[in-house]
């Protein structure tokens, strides 16, 4: 078998669990095969449907023991539809993990602001995870989290553990809201008004559609936060993971071998070009 | 590099050059004219190779002669090195994965043009211990390069650097000087080849005929640009509205990337069989193709500047950033074979002019 990037195997490997997030979002928990490094917050797998095709996922969950990662995925597409028929013990196929994920350590000794939107909150969640297992290291943790419609607020049960992890604020909003919906209403970005903290003590991680990042970012610029501490997950179209399909540049970065998080002053020329 | 340094010999011994090839058991490769056109393809024996016909290339124009100096036309050694459409593996229903076997056939290419092995120099940066069909291919490759006397209508290679004289990376490089071949070797392998011809080292009168030669080619191979300034003048104009004014006539057809000898882009399909296993096919992609940076919730190049501006942007600024060479070698194919006979000459010269006439 061949051992260069651009072979493209997959391994085969199994779903130990699938959990219902939304109406067309679930996440799916798979058994590493064996071998394969344990994936890093922020980093991504290819997973690919036997006779359908293969997409990137962002890992949304690590356990490390059991060797089993969560991948959390909504039915947009012909292979994320291709999701909804699979079930517990279908067999999938995995490549990587890929890609460079959140600068974790560099939160170390300081405050962290999570910011997602829509299925952004999935690669954000293992730092979430990170955060509350080491509680020490960092100082406060803000998670602002903003969703379409209530009914599309992902991992729901949850939301009180995020709550009960010490020095922790969390703030959700909804640009739609229902009859029932007590909570904020409006953009993501508008809750970054909410958060009084000294910029430079504070790392800021964004994971989102691009728009809702330019926003999120002018604001933060805004408010004194510097490009060395401000990280984008960035998404882009990529059908091979390892820098060679083309697919995913962003001016001259593969975004999957060289990112997908990126620190904001690194890509800062390219970043707020329009369709670059 | 020549490691024999210049000698004169006949044209009409290149056929040896060509029957020691296929005796070695090389499949030599060259252009030979099918339908009208300059296709490079298999050579069965050395007439069969285009030799006394002409390409006359302009923007959106190609047409064959009979007379005259071949260049090139559509293909280029990409398709050979990385073909178009290339099953990558077979996953059966037991989730087996069958991995076709590395090509193990000798190629030759046999009077491709130095903008074409500058393609391969570059497809080099990108491939070379990357895909393994190329690397395997790329090892075992004899080329046999014909420097270019005659540029055509839609060259730069001497704004690139490319060409019409091929500098190194060649076994065999020859000039046609109407019945002498001025002939140096670049490898072992090509000095061995070149033992085998009646050659002398050149002479001094020879030597300034092939030289004479070589710069009149050079002046009609350039663009109205130097190559120097413009990937920094690109990038600072990275927001110029010009794009939007050049791809008015784009149809988004992506026969520019099809054709150029560099775009390595891919997409990776699969095909399912009724015995319940899939193939999954690898296959040229472009990014003037509408769904090349498409996502399932979004588009990231939505509109045709953008994407041509992409195709400008990563040969002349990204490649550099990404591979440390140009992405273009200036062979004009884009040009020739783009149906509303867009010129990235013209294009990069209105960029760099902001829109000024």
């Not at chain 1, 729901?156 to 553990?161: G, K, L, M, S, V």
């Not at chain 2, 037991?94 to 056939?105: A, R, T």
């Not at chain 2, 041509?308 to 490649?319: D, E, G, Q």
Request: with cysteine; net charge neutral; charged share 25%.
């Amino acid at each position: 078998m061949s051992s260069l990037p651009a072979s493209l195997i997959p391994m085969k490997t199994v779903i130990v669990d699938i959990k219902n997030e939304t109406q067309n979002v679930r996440t799916y928990y798979i058994k590493l095969p064996d071998g394969v490094e344990i994936p890093k917050p922020g980093q991504f797998d290819m997973i690919y449907i036997h006779g359908v095709g293969e997409v990137p996922i962002s890992v949304s969950d690590i356990d490390c023991e059991a060797r089993v990662v969560a991948h959390t995925v909504r039915f947009v597409g012909s292979v994320t539809k291709a999701f909804s028929i699979l079930e517990k013990d279908s067999l999938i196929g995995f490549r990587g993990p890929y890609g460079i994920g959140w600068p974790i350590d560099l939160a170390i000794g300081k405050n962290l602001i999570l910011i997602a939107g829509g299925i952004g909150l999935p690669p954000l969640r293992p730092v979430i995870r990170e955060v509350a297992r080491n509680r020490a290291m960092y100082k406060k943790l803000f998670i602002l989290y903003g969703a379409k419609t209530p009914d599309d607020l992902i991992y729901r049960y949850e939301y009180r553990d995020y709550e009960s992890i010490p020095d922790t604020e969390l703030y959700i909003t909804v640009d739609n809201p229902n009859n029932d919906w007590k909570g904020r209403v409006g953009v993501v970005t508008d809750l970054i008004s909410l958060i009084n903290i000294d910029p430079s003590e504070t790392l800021v991680f964004i994971c989102g559609p691009e728009i809702m990042m330019k926003f999120a970012v002018k604001e933060l610029l805004k408010r004194g936060f510097k490009g060395n501490k401000i990280f984008l997950s960035l998404e882009r179209r990529m059908k091979c993971g390892v820098g060679l399909c083309g697919h995913c540049q962003m001016g001259p970065y593969f975004v999957c071998r060289h990112g997908p998080v990126f620190p904001l002053w690194f890509i800062s020329r390219y970043f707020w070009v329009d369709q670059i | 590099m020549s490691i024999s340094g210049l000698y004169v010999g006949k044209v009409k011994e290149l056929p040896i050059l060509f029957s020691e090839l296929k005796n070695l058991g090389y499949k030599v490769i060259g252009y030979k004219v099918i339908d009208n056109v300059l296709r490079l393809d298999s050579i069965d024996s050395f007439e069969e190779l285009a030799f006394d016909v002409e390409d006359i290339q302009s923007p959106g124009r190609y047409i064959l002669s009979q007379g005259g100096f071949p260049r090139h036309g559509p293909d280029s050694p990409k398709k050979f090195l990385y073909p178009s459409k290339l099953v990558l593996f077979e996953i059966l229903s037991d989730w087996n994965v069958v991995v076709p076997p590395s090509p193990d056939s000798k190629i030759a290419l046999f009077g491709i043009k130095p903008c074409d092995l500058s393609a391969i120099k570059v497809l080099d940066k990108v491939l070379l211990n990357v895909d393994e069909y190329y690397t395997a291919l790329r090892k075992n490759l004899v080329v046999v390069v014909e420097n270019c006397i005659e540029p055509g209508g839609t060259c730069f290679c001497s704004t690139m650097g490319t060409g019409p004289r091929a500098r190194d990376s060649f076994d065999i490089a020859y000039t046609r000087l109407c019945d002498k071949l001025a002939i140096e070797a670049g490898s072992s392998f090509g000095l061995k080849l070149l033992n085998l011809l009646e050659v002398e080292p050149i002479d001094d009168a020879t030597y300034r005929e092939f030289e004479a030669t070589m710069n009149r080619s050079a002046e009609k191979a350039r663009a109205l640009f130097t190559i120097d300034n413009i990937p920094e003048t690109l990038e600072l104009n990275i927001e110029s509205q010009i794009y939007k004014d050049i791809t008015e006539k784009c149809l988004g057809c992506a026969n520019c990337n099809m054709v150029c000898p560099t775009c390595f882009c891919f997409d990776v399909i699969d095909i399912p069989k009724i015995d319940g296993s899939a193939e999954r096919i690898r296959v040229w992609d472009g990014c003037l193709s509408y769904t090349y940076a498409q996502v399932a919730g979004g588009h990231f190049r939505r509109d045709l500047w953008a994407r041509y501006r992409h195709f400008v942007l990563h040969k002349f600024v990204y490649w550099i950033k990404q591979f440390g060479t140009y992405g273009c070698v200036g062979c004009g194919r884009c040009i020739t074979w783009c149906p509303t006979g867009i010129d990235l000459r013209e294009s990069i010269v209105k960029i760099i002019r902001g829109g000024k006439k």
